[in-house]
T-cell receptor, first 116, second 111 residues
Framework: EAGVVQSPRYKIIEKKQPVAFWCNPI?????LYWYRQNLGQGPELLIRYENEEAVDDSQLPKDRFSAERLKGVDSTLKIQPAELGDSAVYLC??????????????FGPGTRLTVL | GENVEQHPSTLSVQEGDSAVIKCTYSDSASNYFPWYKQELGKGPQLIID?????GEKKDQRIAVTLNKTAKHFSLHITETQPEDSAVYFCAASRGYQKVTFGIGTKLQVIP
């Protein structure tokens, strides 16, 4: 079974430029999370989707961040414009319906963003 | 909201010794406490978890204990090996819906 796929793995951009990250969750997983992980910190939730609905986006900085999951499968996270403080690893995770009986989150490898 | 504190932030042990990482949480409604291992360049991976109706759980060299009254839980790794070197995160949540992670512990096992 394929795991959570994220692309690109690395991205370097100049500040004020836009950037987008893509995530394809494990097949059949209807819950999808985007996390931001700053250096030396734990993951912090940005947004959680149940199918195509964003059910928790309270931590998403909506002035510059946006996300979509149009068909309830893969998802895109966008930053426009990027700031120096956005440099971090952006992680995607997924969970089967109802938590799958274990509540285990399955993480992708992340996208490391560097803003210069 | 939930607040999870984790310590120590770094831990060095000799190969074969035990390692203990401790976490506290604030929300008494949290009922699920997973531990994740993150290796360099990879995403976190679940290594063990415990629910609020259980006090202890063991899986080979790894064990987790939970004290609901004191709101703290701990990870114990026995007979450490160099491949145990990684960053370990504790987390607390109400099921899978809203998970709060600790700051992480960088474990170094010295051969």
């Amino acid at each position: 079974e394929a795991g959570v796929v994220q692309s690109p793995r690395y991205k370097i951009i100049e500040k004020k430029q836009p950037v987008a990250f893509w995530c394809n969750p494990i097949s059949g997983h209807n819950t999808l999370y985007w996390y931001r992980q700053n250096l030396g910190q734990g993951p912090e939730l940005l947004i959680r989707y149940e199918n195509e609905e964003a059910v928790d986006d309270s931590q998403l900085p909506k002035d510059r961040f946006s996300a979509e999951r149009l068909k309830g499968v893969d998802s895109t996270l966008k930053i426009q414009p990027a700031e120096l403080g956005d440099s971090a690893v952006y992680l995607c995770a997924s969970v089967p319906p109802g938590g799958g009986g274990t509540d285990t989150q399955y993480f992708g490898p992340g996208t490391r963003l560097t803003v210069l | 909201g939930e607040n999870v504190e984790q310590h120590p932030s770094t831990l060095s042990v000799q190969e074969g010794d035990s390692a203990v990482i401790k976490c506290t949480y604030s929300d008494s409604a949290s009922n699920y406490f997973p531990w994740y291992k993150q290796e360099l360049g990879k995403g976190p991976q679940l290594i063990i978890d415990i629910r609020s109706n259980v006090g202890e759980k063991k899986d080979q060299r790894i064990a987790v204990t939970l004290n609901k009254t004191a709101k703290h839980f701990s990870l114990h790794i026995t007979e450490t090996q160099p491949e145990d070197s990684a960053v370990y995160f504790c987390a607390a949540s109400r099921g899978y819906q809203k998970v709060t992670f600790g700051i992480g512990t960088k474990l170094q096992v010295i051969p």
